[in-house]
């Protein structure tokens, strides 16, 4: 997956910790989706954008950020091709790309120490997918559910 360019989004409750990470990683060409400032917005229609986006790149690796990261992750996990990982800590980043192949880094901009946050998203970017008897799990993730 490329890091050269990434794309983010997030809600006001991310807001912060997206403008941290944005300038942090600032050798990335970012693809920023919004929001870009306080006003209450919903993150399901910014979970939305990343999938179209995505759909069209799908070598891209993408961000969200809402309060909890939580809200951010269910929506994104709607769409067949985003693997979005709800992360927590810098191993949870490291093992949903070695095992999961994750495709989208949700992070809780209100409940995450955000310099935490910073190097999850650098181990995030990092972690290559080991592949082998994960790449049969991952197939298994889009199998029917219901
Ligand atoms: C917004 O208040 C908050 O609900 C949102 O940022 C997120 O935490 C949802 O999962």
Same mark, same amino acid.
């Given at each position: 997956? #490329?890091?050269?360019? =990434? +794309?983010?989004?997030? *809600?006001? %409750?991310?807001?912060?910790?997206? /403008? ?6 600032? /050798?990335?060409?970012? /693809?920023?989706?919004?929001? #870009?400032?306080?006003? #209450?917005?919903?993150? !399901? ?13 799908? *070598?891209?690796? %993408?961000?969200? +950020?809402?309060? #909890? %990261? /939580? %809200? ?17 800590? &810098? ?12 495709? =989208? ?17 650098? =181990?995030?970017?990092?972690? !290559?997918? &080991? ?16």
């Amino acid at each position: 997956m #490329s890091t050269n360019h =990434v +794309v983010i989004a997030c *809600d006001h %409750g991310g807001l912060s910790l997206k /403008q941290k990470i944005i300038q942090t990683f600032s /050798q990335i060409e970012w /693809q920023d989706l919004g929001t #870009s400032n306080e006003e #209450s917005v919903d993150y !399901p229609d910014f979970a939305n954008h990343l999938a179209e986006v995505l759909k069209s790149h799908p *070598d891209r690796i %993408g961000i969200l +950020v809402c309060g #909890s %990261g /939580q %809200g951010m992750a269910m929506r994104a996990n709607k769409f067949a091709h985003l693997r979005a990982a709800l992360c927590w800590n &810098e191993e949870s980043a490291r093992l949903s790309r070695e095992h999961n192949d994750a495709n =989208v880094l949700c992070l809780g901009g209100r409940l995450l120490d955000h310099d935490l946050a910073l190097k999850m998203t650098k =181990v995030f970017f990092e972690t !290559p997918f &080991e592949g082998g008897r994960h790449a049969r799990r991952v197939e298994k993730l889009n199998g029917k559910a219901d």
